[in-house]
């Protein structure tokens, strides 16, 4: 197991994310734009201080240098300093953002996850009828709707209209610092983040649990004369769930990508927002440190996915 | 013979799935509005009318007007050309790539197999979102820059699809008959494996198309998809925005946001029929 | 200016006199919000930040010598005086004694030598010395050739002179950076400043104490109790960060209690009864610039029938809701030196505009599109995307010089990318907006040798104009100077202007002590008020 882990990450983990930040980096450097663009306007300036600055930052260089020293950096586990006016520690700029953004995508797994599997297990197990119909139904509208739309919708039911939520934020300054006040503000992002994965989860769920149902041995477990329930939630379950946990990989992508919309609407102080001014400022260390944070993560999602498979499933062995 | 049985077979099993009836005439409708838009309205839909501002529905503008006084109806029928061309030619684009790279992998294996993989995991384990957004705003916000990178972001899951499918049908007995009667490689991929891995293929195309037109939505809403002034559904809705609007002058989201809802919704309903049209098992149960 | 703005102006002039007449005393304690769009950096160091909301911290945290009021005029703060010589090549600041940093430890003249020393110093890597380099010595001191700066003179702890090498009179005004803690900060190094940790936990001796900075979320202070000009009615003050769409969400929840807002979200906002708004004129202007390099642009009549033919009145009326100013140089209403003499308003006239274009020699081609030489009348319009009230600007620019028979096609550009283009000189109009300085020299952007020319603008008379004007020291010769070189503007046209800015503040009523008439700062005067207001209730 530790060996198939290892050679994972050796193998295909470390070439991957090679490739990828190689090709990132250079798609930054040759697009249009200048990290030094916010000097725009300044009184009195002269060329030189632009020169010097983008001496300073290492911009002036050409990009496989430019790449070769950042590089350099992760190696000693170092994203560099952001190149904005404040100069903080790109590490610093992150990790002050990652707990939201941690925080929302997990919940919306939660929510998603929790809700998801009883239902499409209901849906399965009575397969035409007028619960799986409906839910079938929701389902569909759940994966069709455009999430910022849905969050649009939310928040002007629920804090403008009605106003019994916050309209947004992490949390007030000044307030008391309670669990039912901070689930107050998560309430509407995790429902518009969630929104989809529960559809999902129930679909992927339902057609799991059926294609289970319909194999020989739990034809002959029927035939035997077990009762249904029995069936399925006692020999069929298991099964069924073992697809479920590599969607779980899969699906990690799909979270982090929705949660950069969703914090854009509720002001959720995540990457999401970060990830968006760093664009527009050209900031390459932030824009290099967010992406390939994002990789790994998703990277090793894929790996505990793979391996949770492993161990939900006694006939699969990594070697 | 067997050929065109079997598709008639699969177009009955489709048919009995009423949903998925639904979802096909919708979408075709859809289509055909798209298509036929300039004879359905006389409006320009980027002529703006700043006298005609924020106009609700009425006989001279049936949807109303938006904030630069255009008319909305024409907007969302012009919208729905732009809206569903991203998503078929992002499509496109994605196929492409998937099915050479995946059949090249699933056939020849070995070498080209690990490489072709190992990029497409490069692509696969990057959050979507993210990368659109960095591409997007480098490359500047345009019609063709969006196909290309909802496009290039998502061919690798019909790659993956398509090499499973030639894994499993190079060993099968007409397969090997054909290579051992000397048909050369390409020709027994093309030509004899392809059309049995189209099932599968459509499905996840069918279901592709749907999620470009919400990608389109979701790039649009961060400014970074389809560009004013040339009307998308997600660039519609992206306008509607400002809480005023939402609250008082529904006419201007309404259009669109059902548009996509709708569209999207039976896209899913047809991709769901394919695939239990598809999915022997269900014959099974027959 | 539009009738509606007036009515709002004139409702608030009176509602001003009810307020004084009723004046309360004021209340101590209470938290204030005050609403930010975009959230700071962490560079809360006067002398090196550039983004705007750093500047916000920076505003509370720290005080400088001087500070600018409503009027735009200096007003004492730290120093308690100044002098200037006769000459204007001096001016001499009196420091008050016993102001304390929030260390308690006292500032005076080696704090404000520091502060401007630091700027001049061969490895700062802020962007400021353009802004003091005719101090004497300050060019000598930056090569590295010279060890001090004699234009800097401490004479004693509360007493310092800066002197220049000729007269400068936009200097005064930029005295108003915060006072950095010398005893805090000598001991780095400059290059090193911009990484000190300082830049994150700031000490001044401004109104408030700086507590706590949460990226994205909101940054808190609370109130100076030494502070040398009296205690802060409020206790706490927190910018507490917003996303643009759920303002009115924010307001209605009283979760801020002040904000800027924009044209289109006025009416929703105005609506809540709880919450006053304030308009005012802002120093800033937006434009098109004509890129004169090009022949067809280094013809001013062209440039002139462009604008006779775009309905400038129609954008600010119907686009910007009537909040705007149509401008017609770039010296906005707001500043002192602003004038409508002699200044031609370019009615929006399109037969005018078809028939100068004719006279220059352009004749409509078989597509209807002018020509002259083999030459079509088209160009591109480079926009940055972002605001809905740029792009509906940009589709009304596109038809109405379609009327004219002149094409035009719309570039939508992310900001950055945008920016490029015209760095590069690669556009043939392109539309943004300038936010101004509190003195009105126009040096950096208009002077043919600087570096915001984009335009690629010169022209002898306005040349000369923007330099005396440096040199002239007595404002009413000034206001002359900068009136004459509105006109050449105004004739030249270099850049279509389009408005002057407007602004809207929305404030909740419980705030007390507010500026009801408001300058171009808008009601709080910047930031200057917080220490001031209270909070009813």
């Given at each position: ?143 069709s ?175 | ?21 639904l979802g096909l005439v919708i979408l075709i409708f859809f289509v055909l509005v798209s298509v036929f838009a300039?004879?359905l ?32 109806f024409?907007r969302t029928l012009y919208g729905g050309r732009i809206s569903l061309s991203v998503g078929l ?117 069918t279901?592709?198309v749907a999620?470009a037109i ?17 009307p998308s559904w ?21 259009p669109p946001g059902i548009a996509i809802f709708v569209i999207v919704l039976s896209i899913n309903f047809v ?16 | ?537």
């Open positions: 197991m530790w060996r198939y882990i290892i050679r994972r990450i050796f193998l295909q983990g470390i070439p991957v994310l090679l490739g990828f930040t190689f090709l990132l980096y250079l798609i930054i450097t040759v697009a249009p734009g200048s990290p030094v663009t916010h000097l725009r306007g300044v009184p009195d300036l002269d060329t030189a201080v632009i020169a010097q600055r983008e001496a300073q930052l290492g911009i002036d260089q050409p990009f496989l240098i430019q790449y070769g020293r950042w590089l350099g950096q992760i190696l000693r586990l170092d994203l560099g300093l952001s190149f904005d006016s404040a100069r903080r520690p790109v590490i610093d700029l992150i990790g002050e953002r990652m707990p939201a953004t941690i925080i929302l995508s997990l919940s919306s797994i939660i929510l998603g996850w929790g809700i998801g599997i009883p239902v499409g297990i209901l849906s399965a197990r009575y397969q035409y009828s007028v619960f799986d119909y409906i839910i079938t139904f929701f389902a569909f509208v759940g994966i709707i455009p999430s910022f739309f849905f969050g649009l919708v939310l928040l002007y039911m629920f804090a403008l209209t009605w106003n019994v939520l916050p309209a947004g934020g992490f949390f007030m300054a000044g307030e008391p610092h309670t669990f039912v006040g901070y689930i107050r503000y998560l309430l509407l992002p995790v429902l518009t983040l969630g929104l989809g994965s529960i559809a999902s989860v129930a679909r992927y769920m339902r057609s799991s649990l059926l294609e289970v149902l319909n194999e020989d041995y739990l034809r002959t477990a029927r035939a035997k004369g077990l009762r249904e329930n029995i069936v399925v939630y006692k020999h069929a379950l298991r099964n069924a769930l073992l697809p479920i946990l590599t969607l779980m990989g899969f699906m990690l992508p799909t979270i982090f990508s929705g949660a950069v919309i969703v914090e854009n609407i509720f002001t959720w102080p995540g990457l999401g927002s970060l990830a968006i001014q760093a664009l527009n400022e050209r900031n390459y260390p932030v824009i290099m440190g967010i992406n390939l944070m994002f990789a790994v993560l998703i990277f090793l999602g894929s790996i505990i996915a793979d391996v949770s498979y492993a161990f939900a499933d006694p006939r699969i062995r990594y070697e | 013979m067997k050929q065109i049985s079997q598709s008639k077979k699969i177009w009955r099993r489709f048919c009995r799935n009423k949903l998925a009836i300039p004879f309205t006389n409006y320009d839909p980027n002529r703006s009318n700043l006298r005609n501002r924020n106009l609700p529905p009425s006989g001279d503008h049936l949807f109303g007007t938006d904030d630069m006084g255009r008319d909305i024409a030619v992002s499509v496109g684009i994605s196929l492409s790539i998937g099915v050479v790279l995946g059949a090249v992998a699933g056939f020849f294996g070995g070498m080209f197999d690990t490489v072709i993989m190992r990029i497409a995991d490069v692509f696969y384990s990057f959050p979507f979102m993210i990368l659109a957004i960095t591409i997007s705003s480098i490359f500047g916000p345009s019609i063709y820059n969006t196909m290309i990178i909802l496009g290039i972001l998502s061919w690798p899951s019909s790659a993956r699809l398509l090499r499973a499918e030639f894994l499993k049908l190079k060993n099968t007995d007409f397969a090997l008959a054909a290579t051992t009667i000397g048909a050369n490689p390409s020709r027994v991929m093309f030509r004899h494996i392809l059309p049995n891995a189209i099932s599968p293929l459509l499905v996840s195309a279901l592709g999620s919400l990608s389109e939505a979701g790039l649009s809403f961060l400014g970074l998809g389809v560009p004013p002034p040339a997600g660039n519609m809705l992206n306008r509607a925005r400002p809480l005023h609007i939402l609250a008082s002058m529904p006419w201007m989201w309404l991709g769901d029929g394919l695939r239990d049209a598809f999915d022997p098992r269900q014959v099974m149960n027959e | 200016m539009k009738k509606q703005l007036v009515i709002v102006l004139l409702l608030f002039v009176l509602s001003l006199s009810v307020v004084v007449s009723a004046q309360e005393v004021p209340v101590l304690g209470g938290t204030f919000r005050y609403g930010t769009t975009v959230n700071p950096r962490g560079m809360f160091n006067p002398i090196l930040y550039t983004e705007t909301y750093d500047g916000y911290v920076i505003d509370v945290v720290y005080d400088g010598l001087i500070e600018i009021d409503a009027n735009l005029q200096p007003q004492p703060k730290v120093a308690k005086a100044w002098e200037v010589s006769e000459d204007g090549l001096e001016i001499t600041f009196y420091l008050h004694e016993g102001i304390r940093f929030h260390d308690g430890v006292e500032l005076t003249a080696e704090d404000v030598a520091y502060t401007y020393m630091t700027i001049l110093h061969p490895d700062y890597t802020g962007v400021r010395f353009g802004t003091f380099n005719m101090l004497v010595g300050a060019q000598e001191y930056k090569d590295g050739t010279q060890a001090t700066v004699p234009g800097i003179e401490i004479i004693d702890d509360y007493t310092i002179k800066f002197s220049t090498n000729r007269p400068h009179a936009p200097l005064l005004s930029s005295f108003g950076y915060g006072i950095l803690p010398a005893h805090l900060l000598a001991h780095i190094p400059v290059g090193e400043l911009e990484t000190a940790e300082f830049n994150l936990h700031p000490i001044g001796s401004g109104p408030f104490k700086f507590v706590e900075f949460l990226t994205d979320q909101h940054v808190t202070f609370e109130a100076n109790e030494e502070y040398f000009f009296g205690r802060p009615n409020i206790d706490t003050l927190v910018y507490q960060k917003v996303s643009q769409d759920t303002i009115p969400i924010f307001l209605q929840q009283n979760r801020i209690d002040f904000i800027e807002i924009s044209p289109d979200q006025f009416l929703q906002v105005s609506d809540l009864g709880h919450i006053d708004t304030y308009i005012y004129e802002a120093l800033s202007y937006s434009y098109i610039a004509f890129n004169l390099r090009q022949e067809r642009f280094d013809d001013v009549a062209v440039r002139q029938a462009i604008t006779y033919g775009f309905d400038r009145q129609l954008y600010v009326d119907l686009i910007r809701e009537g909040f705007g100013i149509v401008a017609n140089a770039p010296m906005p209403t707001a500043s002192w030196a602003y004038t409508s003499e002699g200044i031609d308003p370019y009615h929006y006239d399109p037969k005018k505009a078809a028939e100068m274009l004719s006279e220059a020699g352009w004749t409509p081609g078989s597509d209807g599109i002018l020509q002259k030489d083999g030459e079509r009348l088209e160009f591109e319009f480079l926009v940055p995307d972002g605001s809905r009230l740029t792009e509906q600007m940009a589709l009304l620019f596109q038809q109405n010089m379609e009327d004219i028979g002149i094409k035009v096609n719309l570039m939508f550009m992310e900001f950055s990318a945008a920016v490029d283009r015209v760095d590069a000189r690669e556009f043939d109009t392109f539309t943004m907006s300038w936010s101004l300085a509190v003195d009105p020299d126009p040096y950096s952007i208009w002077h043919s040798t600087s570096l915001w020319n984009d335009p690629g603008f010169y022209n002898e008379a306005s040349d000369r104009l923007i330099e005396q004007g440096r040199l002239e020291t007595d404002l009413e010769k000034r206001k002359e100077i900068y009136a004459d070189w509105q006109r050449v503007i105004n004739y030249e046209l270099p850049s279509m202007f389009l408005n002057y800015g407007v602004a809207i503040g929305a404030i909740n009523e419980r705030v007390k002590g507010i500026d009801a008439d408001p300058g171009p700062y808008g009601p709080l005067v910047g930031r200057q008020l917080l220490w001031k207001i209270w909070l009813a209730d």
